[in-house]
């Protein structure tokens, strides 16, 4: 059964999810020297990025990435790496970023990005989201990526296209924590977390469902509380 936190509104949701997360980047950093944190994009995480511009955390140590990117400029609106930057990385200084070299096109982007990932190994925390559809990272309902268990990163459909972390990185993950807001996601949400394990109709499901592993941060519009 999948842990469920509820929270009362998007704000408290995001600030407990980003709270948590420091904890497991802290006990990694004391564990291990270093933290791989990989965040993904959306209106609900800019209040946890906010949340984490502010908070007294030493980010040194921390090496952060992205789930998913859009092949867009850095300076698009609709670029990931522009709203977590805006929001909360200009203000900190962390042990490395390492963006999705979208400007490189899908191909290369996509080749270049599976590498470093695959020299990272095992990310101590994954951020992700889920939408109305079920879709997490870029891997939307019936994807043939969500079968692929050999590759780390990948192009993948959109408009515009994206760049994708793979199941094989989100499903070794020492933690991942899913904040799910909005009643837009709620009848999806009840979906995911009561029906029978099926990656391919739910993308979400993908390492979110044990409760050792995985933590759902949602507010009561999406989930009663």
């Given at each position: 059964m999948s842990?469920v936190?509820c929270?009362?509104?998007?704000?408290?949701?995001?600030?407990?999810?980003?709270?948590?997360?420091?904890?497991?980047l802290?006990?990694a950093v004391?564990?291990?020297?270093?933290?791989?944190l990989?965040?993904?994009?959306g209106?609900?995480p800019?209040l946890?990025?906010?949340?984490?511009?502010?908070a007294?955390?030493?980010w040194?140590r921390?090496?952060v990435?992205?789930v998913?990117e859009r092949?867009v400029p850095?300076?698009?609106?609709?670029?990931?790496?522009?709203?977590?930057f805006?929001a909360w990385l200009?203000?900190?200084?962390?042990?490395?970023?390492?963006r999705?070299?979208?400007?490189?096109?899908?191909?290369d982007?996509?080749?270049?990005?599976?590498e470093?990932?695959r020299?990272?190994?095992?990310?101590?925390?994954?951020?992700?989201?889920m939408?109305?559809?079920?879709?997490?990272a870029?891997?939307?309902p019936?994807d043939?990526?969500?079968?692929?268990?050999?590759?780390?990163?990948?192009?993948?459909?959109?408009t515009?296209?994206?760049?994708t972390?793979?199941p094989?990185?989100l499903e070794?993950?020492?933690?991942t924590?899913?904040?799910?807001?909005?009643?837009d996601?709620?009848?999806?949400?009840?979906?995911?977390?009561?029906s029978?394990?099926?990656?391919?109709?739910?993308?979400?499901q993908?390492?979110t469902?044990?409760?050792?592993?995985?933590t759902w941060f949602v507010?009561?519009?999406?989930?009663?509380?």
């Open positions: 842990l936190e929270y009362a509104d998007p704000s408290a949701g995001a600030i407990a999810c980003g709270d948590a997360i420091l904890r497991h802290n006990a004391a564990e291990r020297g270093r933290a791989t990989a965040i993904s994009g209106s609900s800019k946890m990025f906010q949340f984490f511009a502010q007294r955390q030493n040194s921390v090496h990435y992205w998913d092949l850095l300076d698009d609106p609709r670029s990931n790496y522009k709203l977590a805006d200009a203000h900190v200084s962390p042990g490395s970023v390492h999705v070299l979208t400007e490189l096109g899908g191909p982007a996509a080749w270049r990005y599976n470093e990932l020299s990272v190994g095992r990310f101590d925390v994954i951020h992700r989201g939408g109305a559809d079920g879709h997490t870029s891997l939307f019936g043939p990526l969500i079968a692929d268990r050999v590759h780390f990163a990948a192009a993948a459909a959109g515009p296209p994206r760049i972390m793979l094989a990185v070794a993950a020492r933690w924590a899913v904040l799910t807001t909005g009643a996601k709620a009848a999806m949400l009840e979906q995911v977390l009561h029978p394990y099926d990656p391919a109709k739910y993308p979400a993908i390492a469902l044990d409760p050792a592993t995985a507010d009561k519009a999406a989930h009663p509380c």
